[in-house]
């Protein structure tokens, strides 16, 4: 008889994880190797990839964790870690490398945030990582899930931000003038929307390959924000607090495994309910 939860199961499965050193990175490594798969984390630092690497080795000592340096921007790069794989398939991909920029007083971006001065090369180098490199890796991976006939599973990390606009009164900060008051840059929100259009597309045109793409959509994440910042977010969501870093494994583990097999190009906003208020 089959368990309650078989298909949950990624045992033999094999998942790559871009932005893997990052703070949500860790957890979709960590839900993933609590479902058995072996994961490859992909990050530009390899610093951070050591870092990321002990602490998931502390939470599972016998998981199989793999690393490799990858810039996502890069095709070059990525064509050459697909190939240093050694023969390992990758089953699934979790498109999650992004540039957050992060608004407060001393961040520099009190003057350079704004619309009307935001820089272009921030512009570009920020649609590349989040964007661009989500496009290149499925192109890469997506592909070779595709080629073989045995399919596969794209998951692509966007935000509520995907599907409402930034509250830039989040961001105020008193004695500055209207003009001057930073917010959240565009590129965020552009990269985010995009992600979401670029999961549709991938839907329609693997399906018949048996790969399936859907997005995730995760709201506000505590990470030692500001006091004041936290205070006004949470009156936005209708249950009263952001969410804990680990609060999204287990919708990671439905959507990379068979519990969702058919579950294809949705967005799943998952935000505490701030994108229905």
Known sequence: MATKFEKYDLTGKVALVTGGAGLLGRQHASALL?????????????????????TLLNESPSAQILTKVMDVSNPADIRRVAESLDGLRVDILINNAAIDPKVTEDSGLVDTS?????????????????LTGAFLCSQVFGAAMARDGLGGVILNIASDLSVIAPDQ??????????????????????IKAGLVGLTRYLATYWATSGVRANALSPGGVQNEQGHEFVQKLITRIPMGRMA??????????????????????????????????
Request: hydrophobic share 40%; with cysteine.
């Open 34 to 54: 609590e479902s058995g798969a072996t994961v490859v984390l992909a990050d530009i630092s390899i610093h951070a990839l050591a870092v990321a690497r002990t």
């Open 114 to 130: 704004r619309m009307e001065n935001f820089p272009l090369l921030q512009w570009e180098q920020q649609i590349a990582v989040g």
């Open 169 to 190: 009164r989040l961001y105020e900060i008193q004695g500055l003038s209207a003009d001057q008051q930073p917010v959240k840059p565009v590129s965020y929100s552009v």
């Open 244 to 277: 804990s870093p680990d609060e999204y494994r287990a919708t990671v583990q439905f959507l990379c495994s068979d519990a969702s097999a058919y579950l294809n190009g949705q967005n799943i906003v998952m935000d505490g309910g701030r994108s229905v208020w």
